[in-house]
Each structure stands twice: as C-alpha cells, then as structure tokens.
T-cell receptor
Framework: DTAVSQTPKYLVTQMGNDKSIKCEQNLGHDTMYWYKQDSKKFLKIMFSYNNKELIINETVPNRFSPKSPDKAHLNLHINSLELGDSAVYFC????????????FGPGTRLTVL | AQTVTQSQPEMSVQEAETVTLSCTYDTSENNYYLFWYKQPPSRQMILVIRQEAYKQQNATENRFSVNFQKAAKSFSLKISDSQLGDTAMYFCAFMQGGSEKLVFGKGTKLTVNP
C-alpha cells in the first residue's frame, strides 16, 4: 500500500504553461507539505496545510498555488512555468503539532523547456 | 533562523565497514527534533532515524545509530556493516518543537563500494 503518492512522477512542459501535481496520503495524517528539491539536491519547504488550512507559506512566487480539497489531498498548481521551476517536488504528510515525523511521497520531476 | 550544516559533500566506504556522517545545527531553542533521511537513486526520501532533543539516549535503528551531542549541537549518523543498498544521499534535518517545518542540510552523498 502506498502511503504518500504523487502524480505524475515525471512532467515535461514548455515555458509559460500551467501544470498541476497531485498528492494523496492514506496514513490518516492531518497535515501535508510541499517541498522543492533543486538541481543541487537542496530541499526546502514551500507550503504546509493542516485540515485544509494553510499554515506554512514560505517565500514562494505567487505563481505557485497549493490547494487542499480535504486533509488527505494536497495539490500544487503552477502558473506560467519558468525554466527555474525545473526541480523535483516532494509531497509529505504528518500529524499536526506533534513535531511528528514527515513521510514523503516519491517526488515529481518537473522539467521546463 | 535555524541552519543545518553537513560538511562532507561526498563520502565512500567499503562494504561491511563503518562510516560516520557529520551534521551540525544552529538553534537557540531547547525543544527540537533531529532526523536523518536517506535518498537512494530511486529518489524516494526515507526516514532513517529520529532523535528528540530532550532525550539523552542516542537513537538507534538496527545498523544505524546517532551520536547526539546537544551542547556541541552535533548530530552524526553512524552506519555499521555498510551494505551496497546504503548507497544514497543522506540528509540531516532539524525541526523546532511545535513547528511543522523541516530544515534540511545540503546532504552527503555516500557510496558503498564492493
């Protein structure tokens, strides 16, 4: 059983396009996250949602918009894609306010041409 | 702001030997948590070990153990009896107590040679 899943695993697109990445977790967690891993492998948090409420919003261009339809899903929509958006995007989940361990999805490699 | 430093960009070890990966962090807080994650070539981020700062005892998970030195703000990972499957990027991460934000180091690329 997949705990945290992401679709798609690979995404290749042209500059200026709009794309979405979907994330689902079946661990019963109430908090979900998006992280970005750049070409040098550095991981940085972008957003976090708890029960559909945004709780962490790092300095991210407003072309990135997370959406959480329910606590088991967190999607990431990116408008007007730029070359610099090329990265691996990881979804993660955990329990809220428990300094709980975060469990990661398999990642989505986004390539912007 | 908390920072995490991994001073070894790359390391290698022979199969069956022991290797230690270094991590230091900077915080003024007393309540925090530390983690080691492994990222093999498959790209999946896998939790290796977790340490609560309030616990004096070093965490262990099978062949993986940590040396947590709170005063020195050091959190090294020891891998015993290294296996080929241990080849991966290893990331040290910090979380302040009550926060949901993981702060990662830049990673150490470990290669286990046969």
């Amino acid at each position: 059983d997949t705990a945290v899943s992401q679709t798609p695993k690979y995404l290749v697109t042209q500059m200026g396009n709009d794309k979405s990445i979907k994330c689902e977790q079946n661990l019963g967690h109430d908090t979900m996250y998006w992280y970005k891993q750049d070409s040098k492998k550095f991981l940085k948090i972008m957003f976090s949602y708890n029960n559909k409420e945004l709780i962490i919003n790092e300095t991210v261009p407003n072309r990135f918009s997370p959406k959480s339809p329910d606590k088991a899903h967190l999607n990431l929509h990116i408008n007007s894609l730029e070359l610099g958006d090329s990265a691996v995007y990881f979804c993660a989940s955990s329990y809220f306010r428990a300094s709980d361990t975060q469990y990661f999805g398999p990642g989505t490699r986004l390539t912007v041409l | 702001a908390q920072t995490v430093t991994q001073s070894q960009p790359e390391m290698s070890v022979q199969e069956a030997e022991t290797v230690t990966l270094s991590c230091t962090y900077d915080t003024s807080e007393n309540n925090y948590y530390l983690f080691w994650y492994k990222q093999p070539p498959s790209r999946q981020m896998i939790l290796v070990i977790r340490q609560e700062a309030y616990k004096q005892q070093n965490a262990t998970e099978n062949r993986f153990s940590v040396n947590f030195q709170k005063a020195a703000k050091s959190f090294s990972l020891k891998i015993s009896d290294s296996q080929l499957g241990d080849t991966a990027m290893y990331f040290c991460a910090f979380m302040q107590g009550g926060s949901e934000k993981l702060v990662f180091g830049k990673g150490t690329k470990l290669t286990v040679n046969p």
